[in-house]
């Protein structure tokens, strides 16, 4: 790594200024309105807010976004416009890209590849892709992050406490602490393309025998620490077939339901962006839709199995009725001083997320419900009973599973899939053990040269 990619003070101190000053002045805003008395300033908060960070690009609007999609972590307000933020950078120019590449791979990279594309293929928060050629004539995707990122997370994770104490000014349900710190951890996690490397090799592993999931090769000679060069893909966008016939919609969900929920449960492992950029669609033989691409593998979570197993003590307690294996799959997952309400009150959570699993019939996902209502309900009733009986505070691990739950859940709501979710659930935890997930995760990590989670 050169020394411009260092995590630099005078980078930091420059991210400050302009992270601080945008977010500080809607907060100043915030706090001038609560000394006047004015009680309903949410939406155009919410609206300045998202205005701020849109301006700045990079992490801070990663952390942003995925803010907004983990429940209750921010007021509805803010969650509703920080969602539609786009994660569309600008693309650096040719003559940055040049510089770059050669940073990377040499003063001949060039000669490294039959073609490259000056024009990026896609722009994201923390790098840009570019399609080319191998000199075998194979078609490649390559994804170099910007440069000072590491600089840039840093500043922005130490910025992230002004967006959560803008939350506490409305309320304390949710003690949001172990959020920033799982955050911190897979926003710096994605700056490590060799790591990124690591994951695609793991899950190459995980869905070798899934027809209908496919998992791109990396291309280790033309990789580095921040440039990561894999197979090209070809696929349409996922949202392109939901109005397609229900047989090709349902196969996308049965697909994106496998690609999901099969390395959580036999390896303890999820794909934790549930972005819908992520997912492509790619033609069979017949030039049907076939089924789907993984197309992203910085944001991947690693789980300790016992955490699976309370996921699946918690789904059994549910089925059954049986309290003491619920209370067991909450401590299990790290919740701490439990008592009746309080269970009571996380027990309507996950419900709401259980619940197609728990039905033994074809249906949506949604069942009847109004996309746009879909969930509102539960998470308003959690959140006026935790701002009564709480504050909770979120375990880690939870954050990214409930996070990846609820982004599966979208999916389906925009492809409106009929599955039977609770046959393909109970496939997915066919002779489960925790034991069984250890000794399977334990081999794919160690495959993938990835350590065990602690």
């Known amino acids: 790594m050169s020394d411009r990619e260092t995590n630099r003070f005078s980078a930091r101190a420059k991210r400050y200024a302009r992270v601080g000053t945008n977010v500080g002045g809607v907060a100043a805003r915030i706090g001038a309105q609560r000394l006047l008395g004015v009680k309903d300033g949410r939406p155009g908060n919410a609206l300045a807010l998202a205005s701020a960070l849109g301006g700045l690009k990079g992490p801070i609007m990663k952390v942003a976004q995925l803010l907004a999609t983990i429940p209750d972590a921010l007021p509805p307000e803010y969650a509703h416009e920080l969602i539609k933020l786009q994660s569309e950078a600008p ?6 890209v040049r510089r770059r590449m050669m940073a990377e791979l040499g003063a001949n990279w060039q000669g490294k590849f039959r073609s490259f594309e000056h024009q990026s293929a896609a722009a994201a928060s923390l790098g840009q892709v570019h399609r080319a050629v191998s000199l075998d ?6 994804k170099l992050q910007y440069p000072d990122m590491q600089s840039a997370v840093e500043a922005d994770l130490k910025q992230l406490n002004l967006l959560f104490a803008i939350r506490r000014r409305f309320d304390t349900a949710i003690d949001t602490s172990e959020i920033v710190h799982e955050i911190g951890a897979r ?28 998992v791109p090769n990396v291309w280790p000679e033309l990789s580095t620490g921040r440039l990561l060069t894999l197979d090209w893909l070809d696929g349409r966008k996922l949202l392109a077939f ?8 349902n196969r996308l969900g049965k697909a994106m339901y496998t690609a999901w929920w099969l390395p959580f449960c036999r390896f303890g492992i999820i794909h934790g962006d549930p972005h819908l950029g ?6 069979n033989a017949k030039g049907e839709p076939g089924g789907i691409n993984l197309l992203d593998y910085g944001c991947i979570r690693i789980f300790h199995p016992r955490f699976v197993g309370g996921v699946v003590d918690l789904y059994r307690g549910l089925e059954r009725g049986d309290d003491d294996l619920i209370v067991h799959a909450y401590e299990t997952w790290g919740f701490r001083r439990l008592n009746r309400d309080l269970i009571d009150t996380l027990n309507i959570w996950a419900r709401f997320i259980y619940g197609p699993m728990l039905d033994d019939r074809v249906r949506t996902i949604a069942d009847g419900v109004k996309p746009s209502e879909y969930g509102r309900k539960e998470a308003f009733r959690v959140h006026q009973a935790l701002k009564e009986k709480g504050p909770v505070t979120v375990p880690r691990e939870f954050v990214f599973m409930d996070r990846a739950a609820v982004g599966l859940g979208a999916v389906f709501l925009h492809l409106a899939a009929e599955l039977n979710f609770h046959r393909l659930f109970n496939e997915a935890i066919e002779d489960f053990s925790v034991a069984q997930v250890t000794a399977r995760q334990a081999g794919a990590l160690e495959a993938a040269g990835l350590p065990l989670p602690v």
């Open 91 to 96: 693309p650096m120019g040719w003559a940055f």
């Open 137 to 142: 004539g194979k078609p490649l995707a390559c």
């Open 187 to 214: 926003l710096r996690e994605e700056l490590d393309y060799k790591r990124e490397a690591k994951h695609v090799a793991l899950y190459r592993t995980m869905l070798a025998d899934e027809k209908a999931v496919r």
């Open 242 to 249: 939901k109005n397609d016939s229900p047989a090709v919609r």
């Open 278 to 283: 992520n997912y492509t669609v790619f033609a």
